[in-house]
């Protein structure tokens, strides 16, 4: 009953692939987000969509491509896969609404490495 | 530019002593505030937050501080416990509508049994 799940929990793969990352929420919330994790630990969001419709989209590079198929569910899509995509990839959701904000909640990572 | 940061890369403590893990915020306009702490192979595990038109909150064995006059956040952990051990992050939001969280640089919290 794991309230956010992302699969896979590892990736390994060579440069120039393409891969996706899978992320579900069983929390009925409306909003869910990517974030990246380097190796220093420094977390920084990327996307994040309101019931299937994108909000955030920071400066990320367009191989990167969110798809929320329903609000339950948000996939991450990266094209072309570069060394310096190798990091830990954080999916999160949260209940937004009247403005007024609530905390997220993340699910355990997907550690992708490139080789 | 917008920057949470932390004043302290790591903070070693006795078991049973209490924890301080500091935090600056630098955007005056943010108005929510979170922190949470990350295990080894774990996401960022929510512990508690603190709105704006606050300036203390507790929760079971921890406290956030907030002081909006010189933009500084800080979560207290009473009598603290080797499951303690990990990194914490503070983080502030932006934007009532867009949830965007920026998160500070994490401050890793080892308890000495």
């Known amino acids: 009953d794991t309230a956010v799940s992302q699969t896979p929990k590892y990736l390994v793969t060579q440069m120039g692939n393409d891969k996706s990352i899978k992320c579900e929420q069983n929390?009925?919330?409306?909003?869910m987000y990517w974030y990246k994790q380097d190796s220093k630990k420094f977390l920084k969001i990327m996307f994040s969509?309101?019931?299937?419709?994108?909000?955030i989209n920071e400066t990320v590079p367009n191989r990167f491509s969110p798809k929320s198929p329903d609000k339950a569910h948000l996939n991450l899509h990266i094209n072309s896969l570069e060394l310096g995509d190798s990091a830990v990839y954080f999916c999160?959701?949260?209940?937004?609404?009247?403005?007024?904000?609530?905390?997220?909640?993340f699910g355990d990572g997907t550690r992708l490495s490139i080789l | 530019g917008e920057s949470v940061g932390l004043h302290l890369p790591t903070l070693s403590v006795q078991e049973g002593d209490n924890s301080i893990i500091n935090c600056a915020y630098s955007?005056?306009?943010?108005?929510?505030f979170i922190w949470y702490k990350q295990e080894s192979g774990k996401g960022p595990q929510f512990i508690i937050d603190?709105?704006?038109?606050?300036d203390k909150r507790q929760g079971q064995r921890v406290t956030v501080l907030l002081n909006k006059t010189v933009k500084h956040l800080s979560l207290q952990i009473a009598a603290t416990q080797p499951g303690d051990s990990a990194v914490y992050f503070c983080?502030?939001?932006?934007?009532?509508?867009?949830?965007?969280?920026?998160f500070g640089q994490g401050t890793t919290l080892q308890v000495k049994p």
């Open positions: 969509y309101n019931n299937k419709e994108l909000i």
């Open positions: 955007n005056s306009a943010s108005d929510y």
């Open positions: 999160a959701s949260s209940q937004e609404g009247r403005g007024i904000q609530q905390p997220q909640h």
């Open positions: 603190i709105r704006s038109n606050m």
């Open positions: 929390l009925g919330h409306d909003t």
């Open positions: 983080a502030e939001d932006l934007s009532s509508n867009t949830g965007k969280l920026i």
